[in-house]
C-alpha cells in the first residue's frame, strides 16, 4: 500500500511558477511509474508527466518546455515544476503511481491539488 499526498498548488498568474510535490507513504525506490495527471471541469482526466524508477521521463505536449517531473528517491516525493503558466493549465492535479509485486500491478492515487491560473 502506498499513500500519495499532493501538496503546492494555488493561484498563479499567466506566466508564473508553481512546484507540485507528491509526497508517498513509503519507499519509491521500488516503484516502477510516478506520473502527474490534471483534470479539469467538465474535462477528462489526462496524464501531464510520468518519470519511471530508472528515470524514463514522458511529457504531455501541452506541457513540453514548460514543466519538469523529478523524483528524490530519499525523500519519497516525486516533484511537478510548473514554469510559464497558462490560463489552460487550470485544472485539479493528481499524483499517481504504479507498483508491480511480482505477480500483478498495483495502482495508487492521491486527492489532488487545485492549481488556478489567473489573472
Known amino acids: 500500500q502506498v499513500q500519495l499526498v499532493e501538496s503546492g498548488g494555488g493561484l498563479a498568474q499567466p506566466g508564473g511558477s508553481l512546484r507540485l510535490s507528491c509526497a508517498a507513504s513509503?519507499?519509491?525506490?521500488?516503484?516502477?511509474?510516478m506520473a502527474w495527471h490534471r483534470q479539469a471541469p467538465g474535462k477528462k482526466r489526462d496524464v501531464v508527466a510520468s518519470?519511471?524508477?530508472?528515470?524514463?521521463?514522458n511529457y504531455a505536449d501541452a506541457v513540453k518546455g514548460r514543466f519538469t517531473i523529478s523524483r528524490d528517491n530519499a525523500k519519497n516525493t516525486v516533484y511537478l515544476q510548473m514554469n510559464s503558466l497558462k490560463h489552460e493549465d487550470t485544472a485539479v492535479y493528481y499524483c499517481?503511481?504504479?507498483?508491480?509485486?511480482?505477480?500483478?500491478?498495483?495502482?495508487?492515487w492521491g486527492q489532488g491539488t487545485q492549481v488556478t491560473v489567473s489573472s
Open positions: 499517481s503511481a504504479d507498483s508491480y509485486d511480482g505477480s500483478k500491478w498495483h495502482n495508487y
Open positions: 513509503r519507499s519509491i525506490f521500488s516503484i516502477n511509474n
Open positions: 518519470i519511471t524508477s530508472s528515470g524514463i521521463i
